[in-house]
């Protein structure tokens, strides 16, 4: 776990990844011993914002909604009262579950939780070196294998909690992917985008490393054709092309792919020459003879590929 910052030693550990568990004293608590389903939500929302006050107005709604009944709050500090004895036996008033604001809160000087665990890790990757940033991104991904929650599959606070998770999951992984890259581990770059990828297909910055790691690899084709399913998605559900580093990786990668094959990179330079002319500042472009007598040797070498393409279809 991380450091406490406060100092105090944590009465508590919890597990929110995969089996929900509570450890306290050397004892382990699993979630039948919470006294029902009810009260071990309760103990989620908290843990879930733990550190911040949960009004029991806001409990009520998350557990109930509107079909709430009038002894509803009188039911939650029922189960409330449960949960202390529970993680807190004979320290009901200064354990980690706390009164606070018309509502409850854990403190979180007395709580170790697997989620803040993975969120400091993930925060003091942000602010580290790429050596280390990456070995601290990787302990943040294996510590979030298992799904957050995994276990409560029909409340939506807990379906909201997992959406939320799985977005920082993706940034943690793109961050492991980049810094890997930057280590020169082009496999790992690749295997944690495509892991990204999947998680968000419209994720840029997951397309971007992706390419780019099968660049580094010397997979020209393996880029190329991610390039091409990264277009053709964003062409499809957002209605543009792919931004500026991508189209650049997916340049190189052509450039790459050509390489030792003289045909295709008289093609190639063919495309990009008359793409320039196309769509290029006119300030750089040649002098009329001199463009012209390009162009038409474009056209030559173009014009010859493609009949030659033509001839092998048949």
């Known amino acids: ?29 699993k979630a039948a011993d ?12 908290l843990l879930l914002n733990l550190g911040t006050p949960v009004s029991k ?15 509803a709050v009188a039911t939650l500090e029922s189960y409330v009262s449960g949960i202390r004895r529970v993680i807190q036996p004979g320290n009901t008033k200064s354990g980690p579950l706390r009164t606070a604001n018309g509502g409850y809160v854990l403190d979180p000087q007395l709580v170790e939780l ?6 400091e890790l993930v925060r003091a990757a942000r602010q580290s070196a790429p050596a280390e940033a990456h070995v601290l991104s990787m302990r943040a991904l294996e510590l979030a294998a298992e799904p957050l929650l995994g276990f409560e599959l029909v409340a939506d606070w807990a379906e909201e909690a997992r959406t939320r998770h799985a977005a920082e999951k993706v940034a943690a992984a793109i961050l492991a992917a980049e810094t890997a890259a930057f280590l020169d581990k082009p496999e790992l770059a690749v295997s944690l985008a495509q892991t990204a990828v999947r998680s968000e297909p419209l994720n840029e910055r997951a397309w971007t490393i992706l390419v780019a790691g099968y660049e580094q690899a010397g997979l020209p084709v393996e880029g190329l054709s991610a390039y091409e399913r990264c277009r053709r998605l964003f062409d499809r559900d957002l209605g543009c092309a792919p931004g500026p580093a991508l189209q650049a990786a997916h340049l190189r ?4 792919r050509a390489e030792g094959n003289t045909e295709l990179s008289e093609v190639l330079a063919a495309l990009l020459y008359l793409g320039e002319r196309l ?4 300030c750089t472009q040649p002098a009329a003879e001199e463009s012209r007598r390009m162009q038409e040797n474009a056209g030559r070498v173009l014009d010859s590929f493609l009949q030659q393409a033509l001839a092998a279809a048949v």
């Open 57 to 71: 107005t806001r409990l009520v709604e998350l557990l109930w909604g509107p079909q709430a009944s009038d002894g």
């Open 1 to 29: 776990m991380v450091d406490n910052v406060g100092g105090s030693t944590p009465e508590i550990s919890v597990r929110l990844f995969g089996t929900f568990e509570v450890r306290r004293k050397g004892a382990v608590l």
């Open 114 to 119: 697997d989620l803040s665990e993975f969120h």
């Open 253 to 256: 990668l052509l450039r790459q």
């Open 34 to 45: 919470m006294g029902g389903c009810k009260p071990r939500h309760i103990l989620e929302i």
């Open 279 to 282: 769509h290029g500042p006119k």
